[in-house]
């Protein structure tokens, strides 16, 4: 009943495993979780500043208790070989009977480089998912393509169709990677993003923010097209920007209502692309 546990790494993985046992905790008179993240911010790779400090405030609120900016130093136990805590490097120690590490995927090459195929940091791969080797076939977090390693589920099941094609003899472009969006899965907390995290200078960047309702949302448009997106609370507009993401539709016909929502911009898109329609045009954010 009750206890401390710790998480390290603030990433997907890392707030699922945290929201989890938070909750779990709630019907054990209380276990109290921390979680320890080395970067600025949560969720490093997909949120920029502004949403990671809305979703540490929301996740705080919960009753998490969150380092960021912080290092593990060690890991404590007891004579019994059991865990007892974390030891930060600032010298702060935190109580834990738990640890949950989760700080990215590690693949296991070492059969790989064992059996004498080209291995980097996982057995390399072309874009038939066909190690160095042409009898010999890796897939998800073991391999490497084009330098890439892989953890999320999306590009692995684009991998098993490929290799599967690949193995049945059917015609097949092989593997290329695309763009994945992330959705946060911690229940009360809608969250979508893909592409950069950070505005380069020739971005064209939107933001709209409603403290009132708790939503956000960002994005990052180059040459009239999304490159990026962060959503936070209202998600509804996340895989339509998505969509036209991967298909490069030039928006800046409808750049002004790209935050209002879906029903505007494709307006906007169709009074562009049929500029004798006799429909109405549509209103324009302020």
């Not at 054990?28 to 969720?43: C, F, P, Y």
């Not at 930060?88 to 109580?95: I, T």
């Not at 090459?109 to 996982?122: K, T």
């Not at 002004?256 to 500029?275: I, V």
């Amino acid at each position: 009943a009750g206890g401390n546990a710790v998480v390290i790494g603030g990433g997907l993985l890392g707030l699922e495993a945290a929201e989890g046992l938070r909750k779990q905790g709630q019907n054990k008179n209380g276990m109290q979780v921390s979680l320890i993240q080395r970067d600025d911010r949560l969720m490093n790779r997909q949120l920029d500043i502004t949403a990671a400090r809305l979703l540490e405030a929301e996740l705080r609120s919960r009753g998490l208790d969150i380092f960021i900016d912080a290092g593990l130093d060690h890991l404590t136990g007891d004579d019994q070989g059991r865990v007892t805590g974390a030891m930060l490097s600032d010298g702060q120690w935190l109580p834990a009977e738990c640890v949950v590490v989760a700080i990215g995927i590690t693949p296991n090459r070492e059969l790989g480089q064992a059996a004498g195929l080209e291995v980097n940091r996982a057995i390399v791969v072309d874009e038939t998912l066909t190690s160095s080797d042409s009898a010999i076939h890796a897939l998800g977090e073991c391999c490497e393509f084009q330098g890439n390693t892989f953890g999320l589920v999306e590009p692995i099941w684009k991998q098993v169709e490929v290799l599967a094609a690949h193995l049945a003899g059917e015609p097949t472009t092989g593997y290329v990677e695309t763009p994945c969006a992330t959705k946060l899965k911690v229940s009360g907390v809608s969250l979508y993003a893909f592409g950069p995290t950070e505005a380069e200078p020739d971005h064209d960047v939107l933001t709209y923010r409603d403290p009132l309702q708790g939503d956000y949302r960002r994005l990052l448009l180059h040459d009239g097209r999304i490159v990026g997106a962060v959503l936070y609370g209202d998600t509804a507009m996340g895989p339509w920007y998505f969509e036209h993401s991967l298909a490069g539709t030039d928006l800046g016909p409808c750049r002004q209502a790209l935050l209002l929502g879906a029903a505007d911009a494709d307006a906007l898109l169709h009074e562009h692309a049929n500029p004798d329609s006799p429909e109405s045009p549509v209103k324009e954010a302020a």
